[in-house]
Nanobody, 121 residues
Framework: EVQLVESGGGLVQAGGSLRLSCAAS????????IGWFRQAPGKEREGVSY????????YYADSVKGRFTISSDNAKNMVYLQMNSLKPEDAAFYYC??????????????WGQGTRVTVSS
């Protein structure tokens, strides 16, 4: 059974940091890119970042470049999203997903249930 389980969300003040984790199981981790998406209330789900399974390259949405860092530990089937200098507009449910890579929803086959990030101003 494919599983993607996010953790690490919570409440943080603006300017603070959080580290999200995504634990993957049930599929060949090295065959998939892992992406992070987020969805705020009333808004569409948007791609935040992804890491390529082919060459480990990382990609970021413009809104988070320079503040967020994605990384992976292939030995543990884990992907992380370090979020620094958080802004109120970063508040959302964050989801990890496995697929062929990219920042578009249709590029991913498997999804986690999400973890909530709240940023107070």
């Amino acid at each position: 059974e494919v599983q993607l389980v996010e953790s690490g969300g919570g409440l943080v003040q603006a300017g603070g940091s959080l580290r999200l984790s995504c634990a993957a199981s049930g599929f060949t981790f090295d065959d998939y890119a892992i992406g992070w998406f987020r969805q705020a209330p009333g808004k569409e789900r948007e791609g935040v970042s992804y890491i390529s399974s082919i060459d480990g390259r990382t990609y970021y949405a413009d809104s988070v470049k320079g503040r967020f860092t994605i990384s992976s530990d292939n030995a543990k089937n884990m992907v992380y999203l370090q979020m620094n200098s958080l802004k109120p507009e970063d508040a959302a449910f964050y989801y990890c997903a496995a697929g062929r890579g990219g920042l578009l929803i249709h590029e991913y086959d498997y999804w986690g249930q999400g973890t909530r990030v709240t940023v107070s101003s």
